[in-house]
């Protein structure tokens, strides 16, 4: 039952049952099956850089994006790709081929959510837009110090 919200802005979020996964996409995704969700609640808005950081600020903490990767969880990664960063998206000029991401995502060393776009790019004036190249562990990690926690599904 909906009760009154722990922090003034958030929002109630429904319980249901939907159909989760893909039959036609990744393996790890298949088979397609029913989930079903408690009500919860969530915040009204996204997390802005400035919030983000005042987290990073008070808690010391470093985003997966701004660690090396383990080369044990990558085995036949190329050794330049092993250093902090993350995915970038970059605008087509059009429609592209789906099945091939790298068409509109770019690796790129160095990206993490105080360079958005990569060394040489910032967030002076992205204050309060949303946080980029977050990382699950990342949001869980925010969520415990703002006192919240991630909704996940229940099986």
Same mark, same amino acid.
């Given at each position: 039952m909906k009760k009154n919200p722990p922090y003034p802005d958030m929002v109630w979020i429904p319980g249901g049952t939907f159909r989760m996964g893909s039959n036609e996409h990744y393996p790890e995704e298949a088979p397609v099956h029913h989930v079903s969700v408690d009500g919860f609640w969530m915040d009204k808005y996204q997390? %802005?850089? /400035? *919030? !983000? /950081? *005042? !987290?990073?600020?008070? %808690?010391?903490? &470093? %985003? &997966? /994006?701004?660690r090396a990767p383990n080369p044990e969880d990558f085995p036949g990664a190329a050794p330049e790709n092993l250093v902090p960063g993350s995915l970038v998206f970059h605008k087509t000029q059009g429609p592209v081929d789906l099945s091939n991401m790298s068409l509109w995502w770019a690796w790129t060393p160095g990206a993490y959510w105080r360079q958005p776009e990569g060394p040489g790019s910032n967030i002076r004036k992205r204050k309060h837009h949303p946080v980029l190249h977050v990382a699950y562990e990342d949001a869980a990690a925010y969520a415990n110090w703002a006192g919240k926690m991630l909704p996940t599904e229940a099986e």
């Open positions: 997390v %802005t850089n /400035a *919030r !983000f /950081a *005042r !987290f990073v600020k008070e %808690t010391g903490y &470093v %985003t &997966v /994006a701004e």
